[in-house]
DNA sequence: CCTTGAAGCTACAGTGGCTGTAGATCGTAT
DNA sequence: ATACGATCTACAGCCACTGTAGCTTCAAGG
């Protein structure tokens, strides 16, 4: 097992040095083992969490969430229902938030419709439109 | 004119009292008249500014942009090409959002499959596809 | 007029997930 | 031995609020 120093961890999972140093206070990394002059010193199993995590937030995990799937991968036979009920209430939360974004995108492209093309000197509709609210077909 | 108190504001409008002082602090409110006693008293023109906030909010624009469509709302004779380019520059922002979401969506789907049905005893699926950034198909 | 209770006031700390800074120390290659 | 990059701690700042504490003011009922 080789030692890899923070800089040597960041750049393995392209996690910045700061962020590590947050997860550890987060208590989402464990307290590393330190040289004499105290440089945190990690091992390959860091190196494995600190890929797992990064990964996690890439999907969109808070790090609340990405504890929870740490403590489940040290107790496997709970380990099943759970993680997989984490991630569908992900999967909701994103098909959620993607209606929306896709009734957010219909209503600015109504938004711009109503004004492009008109000249300048008049009031622009764009700024009237996104003051009026009951123009708006589905609710946000 | 009539003149609303900052709650009858908050009621009518969905933003919250504290949300609305916050507003002020940032310069998107002007300062309101006040009350011998201190308490802000506004008018019809406020409302209609706050509403335009609270609509454009919800559309996700962000504070800055807001601010820079209310200075709009002032120079008539600049505000089409600027406000449409606000506008339309959020709708690309929204479009990216989704694709992203979507690669998300599908990605996670993924990974709940990987081990849907899989008994106990082993170790989950779904916590090993999520440290395994490789098995990703898109990126994200 | 007086009381009461809701509403308002200021100022500041906390949220999440980092990022950036200052000023010091450490590790390693030459 | 020295130089220089990497790392250290501690703390402030980001966004858009939200919540708290400890006050004061307003408006309606008696």
Redesign the pocket.
Known sequence: MQAH????L?RRTGV????I???EGRGLLPDPG???????RYGDAELDRLSFIAHA?QLGF???AIAELIALQETPHAAHGNAHRIAKDRIVEIRDRIARLQRLESELVRVVKTCDGQSDGQPCRVLQALADHQACEGEH
Chains 1, 2 share one sequence.
Request: charge should be positive; proline fraction near 0%; avoid cysteine.
């Open positions: 120093s923070i800089g040597a960041s910045k040095v700061t962020t140093r947050y997860y330190r040289t004499d002059g105290g440089q945190r937030r808070d790090l609340d």
